[in-house]
């Protein structure tokens, strides 16, 4: 009677820990859902480890508890417990994929992406099937920079039916280290996918979608021939002028060719034909990128502005909105519809009263435009565009659509496991103040993805403010605000104070009354973290050679001073000294154009600010990166650091392309 009691109450004990088991999934499932918010998210991490504390109690050897409370213990930065934990349930229960997997993602988190890669092989071997194994591998093998055979592992992921945001990322990563030889069908296939699949940042896949056009079109072939309605049906064309600007001459000479055939073909035959409106509406969001920096012939020109005064007549008369839709399309190609004389009349109409294909293109040219325009009047530096020709006011810069993707987690988190520093007495919300965010893609990301903090971004362009707050507002994100850095100096004027400092672009000479080392200084208290680059982009021969011919000349930032520059460098984009500056996205825009020549970034600021970091009683160097992510050891950097205090260049780390952390001491 006794032994049988025994087995009644064991296995009684058994279905309550595989009913808390089950509770704990649930609620570990909860606990990194996007939809709830970051106090339910951690109210479900915290009755996930309460379910499993009550289990290993009853059964503290349960292979399944262990792994999963690894996991909970993974997610809150405690790596070192995550690991004995996953490792205790191997012993106990031997060969699981899980746990194999679980030890990858541990070896992933503490940049041992080779360890990670044969723990990942490792639960393959118990499942050759495993696709969170397979995926394990892929991103292992990224991380060690080998995009060839990560992006092949990915793509059979998706042949497979794993469509993980995870997966497109990855794959999307590593297609912008891929070098495209030779046309190919597959890689045409994999970029449509990429570009199909909503909410990854496409405008990251310029170079490689460009490069994959390029060789389609054989665009090096001067006889190569190229058809009109061939490139209105070609989807991969589309979705690309749509989605990405390709920094690329020959692609920007295809677009341009094929925007004069379609206004060749509408003046001889007075009409938009159905079958090239697609590709119309696409050259026009791209001409929209790009800020207009596409040339025009004289006669396209003068076609143009005949298209504007039909349309203004036609505004005037009164006539209804579907005969305009022709001539609005062509009219978009060639320049911003909020920056002609019929703008005011098209604002009786609201955006959703277009059809649903020029809804794209309507909101780039005019309604974005004019939302902008009203977020700009709340800033004092409005005053300095009003003299300023419409064309020529400045353009935002970088223009993107989509924040990358980023798995969701906190500062405190990531301070604690990336830093090793102790956040105990840090407050429930920590303020980030990014200092030269431009158009705001890197703000909004550490907005969007750190669930504990507040941002302060601050841009010298205004352009740039207004369509990152429109951005935000878009995106329904309350913990985030874009100011000139007039209204930044003040807030820290008036004794508030960040947790966080990240250097995006240097401010200009331009701004000669700020001092960004006094301001980080101001800003900084005990325990904050400034985060900054060594290395200064826009520095290519070609643009000295500009910014030169500027300085001489006294030449103003007008849109046509723009494109002559421009169109100087392409009639000499084969000489040595223009390839490097051809080759970056920047000069595919305007705005990316008048930045780097008209307010290029003071070297002198990151100077004196890496000069006051030197300091190793004020300042800590708590982490060093290299450009390819990998982390350094910090004794030789901070070597460094002080030797180029002293005036020692030849240790210089100025355009070394570091991402160094310093912590404020006191």
Known sequence: MQAKHQVQVSQSQQAQ???????????????????????????????????????????????????????????????????????????????????????????LKTERPALAEQYFLQALDCDRQSAAAFCGVAHSKRLQGQFDVAYLHYRKLLETGAEWDSVYSGMLTCAQHLEVNKADSALAHDAIALLQRDGLPHQELGRFVGAIIHQ???????????????????????????????????????VTMLRRAIIAEVAQTAE?????????????????????????????????????????????????????????MISAMYGALFHQPFA???????????????????????????????????????????????????????????????????????????????????????????????SGQRAMELASYLDDVEVIAVDESLANIAKATRMANEMGMDNIVFWPWSIAQRFVADGHQVHWIEVGRLPSPAMNTLSLAALVNQATGSGAVVHMHTAIAEQTAGDKQIRKLVSEHKLQPTRQTLRQLRRMVLANRNDAAWQELTADADFYSLGGCRDRWFRPQDTAQLKELMAMASNEVEWKLVKARDADGHSLATAPVQKQIQAEALGSEVQSLMGQNLSVYFLKRR
């Open 17 to 107: 820990v595989a009913r808390l088991l089950l509770q704990a999934n649930l609620a570990y499932g909860e606990s990194n859902s996007n939809g709830l918010s970051h106090i339910q998210r951690l109210k479900a991490r915290q009755e996930c480890r309460g379910y499993l504390n009550e289990a290993l109690a009853l059964e503290p050897e349960n292979a399944g508890g262990l792994g999963l409370l690894g996991r909970v213990e993974m997610d809150d930065g405690q790596l070192e417990k995550a690991h004995t934990l996953f490792n205790a349930s191997l012993d106990h229960q031997p060969g699981q994929v899980q746990q194999y997997c679980n030890l990858g993602y541990w070896a």
């Open 272 to 328: 938009l034909r159905d079958e090239l409106q697609r590709l119309t509406l696409a050259i026009a969001q791209y001409a929209d990128r790009t800020g207009y920096a596409l040339a025009a012939e004289d006669d396209e020109e003068r076609l143009v502005s005949a298209i504007n005064e039909s349309i203004q007549a036609q505004l005037a008369l009164g006539e209804e909105q579907d005969s305009l839709i022709g001539s609005l």
């Open 344 to 438: 005011v009349q098209l604002g009786q109409w609201n955006l959703v009263d277009w059809p649903l294909a020029l809804q794209p293109v309507l909101a780039a040219s005019y309604y974005d435009r004019a939302e902008e325009e009203a977020i700009k009047q709340n800033f004092d530096e409005k005053a300095e565009e009003l003299c300023l020709e419409k064309t020529d006011v400045a353009q935002a810069w970088p223009s993107w659509s989509q924040l990358s993707y980023r798995a969701e987690s906190s500062l405190k988190t990531l301070m604690a496991t990336e830093l090793g520093l102790d956040t105990e007495n840090l407050p429930a919300t920590l303020r980030i103040m990014v200092c030269g965010a431009q």
């Open 216 to 254: 389609q079109y054989d665009l090096d072939n001067p006889d190569a021939q190229i058809f009109l309605d061939a490139a209105s049906e070609d989807e991969l064309l589309i979705l690309a002028l749509q989605k990405t600007l390709m920094p690329n001459p020959a692609i920007e000479e295809l």
